[in-house]
């Protein structure tokens, strides 16, 4: 009777034991870089700088051993430089924010992990004004898109691993709602995000 009582007590420590095994969750953060190409449309050609200095933090949970969900946040600045004219040059610092989640399938290779994603990212263009803007009467700029991309990872313990990826992010180049439309290309670029990180699972 005492043995039973025992096992009865201990079933839901066996089953919340397991359940932890099973949930599969990582945070990652990692140094990115944004590589706007040049886009020209409606009259406007848009040269934009690189942006360097970035940080994107993700966050994974794993539904089965191949697919997780993923989201995302990204930060990083670069000048829009607009040409509307010959001689109409507008310069905009501005501030360049990543909201994203997508859909990660992983393939597995002893400690190596490559893996593809495609999703959703809204990406906001907040203006800086400081000498490196040219340009006022600006406001944010909120553009609905898509991101894609594949990367690898390299586990290191069963904790942590080193991920790297070239992600892409495909959105509508920002026209800072300036008016009678002089940064408005209306098309869409592809933004290349390569990335070098840590994440942690637990």
């Known amino acids: 009777m005492k043995k039973s009582l025992l096992l009865l007590l201990l079933l839901p420590l066996v089953g919340a034991s397991c359940f932890a095994q099973e949930s599969r969750q990582d945070i990652s953060i990692s140094?990115?870089?944004?590589?706007?190409?040049f886009a020209a449309g409606n009259g406007v050609q848009l040269h934009a700088t690189v942006g360097m200095y970035?940080?994107?933090?993700?966050?994974?949970?794993?539904?089965?051993?191949?697919?997780?969900?993923?989201?995302?946040?990204?930060?990083?600045?670069?000048?829009?430089?607009?040409t509307a004219g010959p001689g109409i040059n507008y310069h905009i610092h501005d501030r360049i924010e990543e909201v994203s989640g997508a859909y990660v399938y992983s393939f597995n290779y002893k400690n190596f992990n490559p893996f593809i994603e495609a999703g959703v990212a809204g990406v906001l263009?907040?203006?800086?004004?400081?000498?490196?803007?040219?340009?006022?009467?600006?406001?944010?700029?909120?553009?609905?898109?898509?991101l894609y991309g594949a990367g690898i990872a390299y586990e290191i313990s069963p904790s942590f691993d080193i991920r790297a990826e070239f992600r892409n992010i495909l959105v509508k180049t920002p026209t800072f709602d300036y008016p009678a439309n002089s940064l408005r290309t209306n098309v869409y670029y592809n933004i290349y995000d390569p990335t070098v990180g840590i994440a942690y699972h637990f």
């Open 125 to 146: 263009f907040s203006p800086i004004d400081d000498a490196k803007t040219n340009t006022f009467g600006v406001s944010r700029n909120t553009g609905i898109g898509a």
């Open 54 to 82: 970035g940080m994107l933090v993700s966050y994974r949970y794993d539904l089965t051993p191949h697919g997780a969900l993923e989201l995302n946040y990204q930060y990083n600045q670069n000048v829009q430089h607009f």
């Open 31 to 37: 140094d990115s870089a944004i590589i706007p190409p």
